[in-house]
């Protein structure tokens, strides 16, 4: 069985983006896989936060990692700083990266432009990322389009390693969303859905009420044409609601076209309401079923525990082949 190793951040509610993009992706490898999951706070504190609501939304993911059908039998859920091995690793690492390899991260480029100065943080924020993955062996790293560059990075890092202090690490693929799949803000089709926008109906959260997931759909932008038709050069828009309602669906979109053929956008648009909402509903009713209990807080804790021993022997072999430590 391969490994997989993938995570996602604890900054406010889960959106479908995220879900579609990656989480969904979580359970389908399940199957096949030896698979760990993580909710990776660490990275979180890139900018300010507030402890308090750190953990609950620590605890909201979680949750919601369960809620969507990942296993705890099956797979490894756990919180990043559980593990010291994600903290000792990204130091190994970041002294054998380059300033110049991590100044062209556009990620960096966008969420630091217009600033004077940024967090060092956010400047080696991929190299923790290459730790998150390097300590587990992973084979596979199921992620969105917009982290291949993040990938990249980790693949170099991993065989400079292994060409330095011989063979160290396992050198990770990344799974990718396969083109067009991509969810982008529902108020601006140009940009991808974000759970930072100022407008909330820019998005739709996997735990939000149904009259929420109405107005953010009939809301959304589209365009003057009145057809319903998968362009998303010309029509970027209508693409974007296509792609959400082929997700939730399971209909090819050339099906849906058809279907809609004649029709405008507020049937449309309806009928996506309801698809979404029905797509929703039993992932928001196994949230609530779990978010409080005894059983969330005990699956972290085994997770964690499974987790650290798998880093625990990476990292045994890093300090070997590194030549740190003593072994007391």
């Given at each position: 069985?391969?490994?997989?190793?993938?995570?996602?951040?604890?900054?406010?509610?889960?959106?479908?983006?995220?879900?579609?993009?990656?989480?969904?992706?979580?359970?389908?490898?399940?199957?096949?896989?030896?698979?760990?999951?993580?909710?990776?706070?660490?990275?979180?504190?890139?900018?300010?936060?507030?402890?308090?609501?750190?953990?609950?939304?620590?605890?909201?993911?979680?949750?919601?990692?369960?809620?969507?059908?990942?296993?705890?039998?099956?797979?490894?859920?756990?919180?990043?700083?559980?593990?010291?091995?994600?903290?000792?690793?990204?130091?190994?690492?970041?002294?054998?990266?380059?300033?110049?390899?991590?100044?062209?991260?556009?990620?960096?480029?966008?969420?630091?432009?217009?600033?004077?100065?940024?967090?060092?943080?956010?400047?080696?924020?991929?190299?923790?990322?290459?730790?998150?993955?390097?300590?587990?062996?992973?084979?596979?790293?199921?992620?969105?389009?917009?982290?291949?560059?993040?990938?990249?990075?980790?693949?170099?890092?991993?065989?400079?390693?292994?060409?330095?202090?011989?063979?160290?690490?396992?050198?990770?693929?990344?799974?990718?969303?396969?083109?067009?799949?991509?969810?982008?803000?529902?108020?601006?089709?140009?940009?991808?859905?974000?759970?930072?926008?100022?407008?909330?109906?820019?998005?739709?959260?996997?735990?939000?009420?149904?009259?929420?997931?109405?107005?953010?759909?009939?809301?959304?932008?589209?365009?003057?044409?009145?057809?319903?038709?998968?362009?998303?050069?010309?029509?970027?828009?209508?693409?974007?609601?296509?792609?959400?309602?082929?997700?939730?669906?399971g209909k090819e979109i050339p099906d849906i076209e058809?279907?809609?053929?004649?029709?405008?956008?507020?049937?449309?648009?309806?009928?996506?309401?309801?698809?979404?909402?029905?797509?929703?509903?039993?992932?928001?009713?196994?949230?609530?079923?779990?978010?409080?209990?005894?059983?969330?807080?005990?699956?972290?804790?085994?997770?964690?525990?499974?987790?650290?021993?798998?880093?625990?022997?990476?990292?045994?072999?890093?300090?070997e082949n590194f030549g740190l430590g003593l072994g007391?």
């Amino acid at each position: 069985m391969k490994r997989v190793f993938s995570g996602v951040q604890p900054t406010g509610n889960i959106h479908i983006g995220n879900y579609l993009g990656a989480i969904r992706q979580f359970v389908e490898l399940q199957e096949e896989n030896e698979c760990i999951y993580c909710i990776v706070d660490m990275h979180s504190i890139t900018v300010p936060q507030n402890p308090k609501e750190l953990r609950q939304h620590t605890l909201d993911v979680a949750a919601l990692y369960l809620a969507v059908g990942i296993d705890p039998k099956k797979s490894i859920v756990f919180v990043q700083s559980d593990v010291p091995g994600h903290a000792e690793l990204s130091w190994v690492l970041t002294c054998n990266s380059y300033t110049g390899e991590l100044s062209r991260m556009t990620q960096f480029k966008d969420k630091s432009k217009g600033k004077e100065s940024a967090p060092a943080g956010l400047f080696t924020y991929p190299i923790l990322m290459a730790a998150d993955i390097l300590l587990y062996d992973a084979d596979i790293v199921p992620v969105g389009n917009d982290q291949k560059q993040h990938i990249e990075l980790c693949r170099d890092i991993a065989i400079r390693v292994n060409n330095k202090y011989k063979k160290t690490f396992v050198v990770p693929d990344g799974r990718f969303l396969k083109a067009g799949a991509r969810i982008m803000a529902l108020d601006d089709p140009s940009k991808k859905m974000s759970k930072s926008a100022e407008n909330i109906y820019s998005r739709i959260s996997l735990l939000d009420e149904p009259s929420k997931i109405k107005k953010s759909i009939m809301r959304a932008t589209t365009d003057s044409e009145g057809s319903i038709r998968f362009d998303p050069e010309n029509k970027p828009g209508v693409s974007n609601l296509l792609n959400i309602y082929s997700a939730f669906s399971g209909k090819e979109i050339p099906d849906i076209e058809k279907e809609y053929e004649g029709c405008g956008y507020g049937d449309f648009k309806k009928d996506l309401v309801e698809v979404t909402t029905q797509a929703l509903a039993p992932i928001k009713e196994r949230f609530n079923e779990i978010r409080q209990s005894d059983e969330l807080i005990q699956i972290l804790k085994d997770g964690a525990q499974r987790a650290n021993a798998i880093a625990e022997k990476t990292m045994k072999r890093v300090k070997e082949n590194f030549g740190l430590g003593l072994g007391v």
